[in-house]
C-alpha cells in the first residue's frame, strides 16, 4: 500500500525549534518530488517546502532561512526541520508528493498530518 | 508568486444540486490546474489533474474546465460525502500556490 506517516509535531515556545518526519511505503520518495505543505487553523492550504528529485529545494519565503527540508533514501524518509518557530507557524503540517507522473504539478499523495503548535 | 482567489469562500446547497465553485489566477496557467477535495479532519485528496482530468474513483459527478485566467470544478447532484473544503492549485510557476478554498455543506 502506497502512504506516508508523519510524526514529530508538537507543542513549542516560540524561538524553539522541532523536526518532522515523513515515513513512506510502497513507494520511493526520491523518486519523483516531496514537500511539506501547512494548513493553520481555519486557512487553506500554503505550500512550505519542495524538494525534487536531484535534491533542489523551494521554500516559502516565510520559512526561508529557518525551515530546513530534507530526505533519507535509505530510510525512504521525508524531514522538515523547523528553527526560530513562531506562533504563525502554528499549523497542521502534511506531508505530500507525487507517485504517479502521469499528473505532473500535483500532490497525488498525503500524510495524515501533524499538528504543530507554537505559543508562549 | 501566482495568486489564486477561490468564490465563494462558502457554500450551503441541497442534496441533488448542482454546484459550482470558481478559482481565478493572477496569470494565465494553461492546463496547469488542479482540485482537491478535504474531508473534515482529513488530509486533501487529488480529485482532478490539468483542469479537467479525474483522478481514479472520482465519481463522474465531478467535472473541471476552464482555461487562462478562470477555472472551474462543478459537483452535479451533490452527496452528503461531498462536504469539505475544495481547494485549486497552480503549477505553472514555483511556488506552487493553492486557493484560499470552498467549504461546501449542505443545507
Known amino acids: 500500500e502506497v502512504q506516508l506517516v508523519e510524526s514529530g509535531g508538537g507543542s513549542v515556545q516560540p524561538g524553539g525549534s522541532l523536526r518532522l518526519s515523513c515515513a513512506a511505503s510502497?513507494?520511493?520518495?526520491?523518486?519523483?518530488?516531496m514537500s511539506w505543505v501547512r494548513q493553520a487553523p481555519g486557512k487553506g492550504l500554503e505550500l512550505v517546502s519542495i524538494?525534487?528529485?536531484?535534491?533542489?529545494?523551494h521554500y516559502a519565503d516565510s520559512v526561508k532561512d529557518r525551515f530546513i527540508i530534507s530526505r533519507d533514501d535509505s530510510k525512504n524518509t521525508l524531514y522538515l526541520q523547523m528553527n526560530s518557530l513562531r506562533v504563525e507557524d502554528t499549523a497542521q503540517y502534511y506531508c505530500?508528493?507525487?507517485?504517479?507522473?502521469?499528473?505532473?504539478?500535483?500532490?497525488?499523495?498525503w500524510g495524515q498530518g501533524t499538528l504543530v503548535t507554537v505559543s508562549p | 508568486d501566482i495568486q489564486m482567489t477561490q468564490s465563494p469562500s462558502s457554500l450551503s446547497a441541497s442534496v441533488g444540486d448542482r454546484v459550482t465553485i470558481t478559482c481565478r489566477a493572477s496569470q494565465a496557467l494553461g492546463m496547469t490546474l488542479n482540485w482537491y477535495h478535504q474531508k473534515p479532519g482529513k488530509a486533501p485528496n487529488l480529485l482532478i489533474y490539468?483542469?479537467?482530468s479525474l483522478v481514479r474513483g472520482v465519481p463522474s459527478r465531478f467535472s473541471g474546465s476552464g482555461a487562462g485566467t478562470e477555472f472551474t470544478l462543478t459537483i452535479n447532484s451533490l452527496q452528503p460525502e461531498d462536504i469539505g473544503r475544495y481547494s485549486c492549485q497552480q503549477y505553472h510557476s514555483l511556488p506552487l500556490t493553492f486557493g484560499g478554498g470552498t467549504k461546501v455543506e449542505i443545507k
Open positions: 505530500a508528493g507525487l507517485v504517479d507522473v502521469v499528473k505532473r504539478g500535483a500532490l497525488d499523495i
Open positions: 510502497g513507494f520511493t520518495v526520491s523518486s519523483n518530488y
Open positions: 524538494i525534487y528529485t536531484g535534491g533542489d529545494t
Open positions: 490539468d483542469v479537467s
